[in-house]
């Protein structure tokens, strides 16, 4: 397992922008798929973005498209989710996660390893 920190979460006003950071140690990231999740209060966890290994794979939730992207520095281990125009829907702790299989999947059950989430959230 590789052990995941997030950092870069908040309180913004709704149209205003954050970026998560997940940076990873332990083993190399590159051949890791890396998801984000997020939790809303009295919710289930759920899959917003995918990267893949090398980044030839990438998957969004469709209440994110157009306004989160995920990216990817695999020389400083470390996983973006730059997120714009946020709506108070978008309030949760966000969870990065790495798949050591790289499947890139959407599931909770295809990660093996996780962070301990930064919570954002946005006012109306």
């Known amino acids: 397992q590789v052990h995941l920190v997030e950092s870069g979460g908040g309180l913004v006003q709704a149209g205003g922008s954050l970026r998560l950071s997940c940076a990873a140690s332990g083993r190399s990231l590159s051949t890791y798929s890396m998801g984000w999740f997020r939790q809303a209060p009295g919710k289930e966890r759920q899959f917003v973005a995918v990267?893949?290994?090398?980044?030839?794979?990438?998957k969004y939730t469709d209440p994110v498209k157009g306004r989160f992207t995920i990216t990817r520095d695999n020389a400083k281990n470390t996983v973006y989710l730059q997120m714009n125009s946020l709506k108070p829907d978008d309030t949760a702790v966000y969870y990065c996660a790495g798949d050591m299989r790289n499947f890139a999947g959407t599931s909770i059950s295809d990660y093996d390893s996780w962070g301990q989430g930064t919570q954002v959230t946005i006012s109306s």
């Open positions: 990267i893949s290994g090398r980044g030839v794979t990438i």
